[in-house]
Nanobody, 117 residues
Framework: QVQLVESGGGVVHPGGSLTLSCAAS????????INWYRQAPGKQRELVAQITDRGSTYYANSVKGRFTISRDNAKNTVYLEMSSLKPEDTADYYC???????????WGQGTQVPVSS
């Protein structure tokens, strides 16, 4: 099964932008969907965005209009472009792969995104 590695995190000021990358160890072509999750300190993990193998997308209401998920099958990478960042976006961000039967796998180590002035 594919393994995923997140990168691109770092400190950003409120209102700023950041792009996270989720690089796969092998081809993501044919994987049902790739998810981006986040977990803030003391809170439950939250599904932030999802992109299917057909390019359909889902966004949590809290990020809709500010975050954009995309995939580059040639580079085996999924991106999460984040803009108009808020302090409440502060979290560890993770990506994983989703099978059509609902099984999720390939969790990475995550990348930290502190939003602070």
């Amino acid at each position: 099964q594919v393994q995923l590695v997140e990168s691109g995190g770092g400190v950003v000021h409120p209102g700023g932008s950041l792009t996270l990358s989720c690089a796969a160890s092998s081809s993501i072509f044919g994987i049902y969907a790739i998810n981006w999750y986040r977990q803030a300190p003391g809170k439950q993990r939250e599904l932030v965005a999802q992109i299917t193998d057909r390019g359909s997308t889902y966004y949590a209401n809290s990020v809709k209009g500010r975050f954009t998920i995309s995939r580059d099958n040639a580079k085996n990478t999924v991106y999460l472009e984040m803009s108009s960042l808020k302090p409440e976006d502060t979290a560890d961000y993770y990506c994983n792969a989703l099978q059509s039967d609902g099984n999720e796998y390939g969790w990475g180590q995550g990348t930290q995104v502190p939003v602070s002035s």
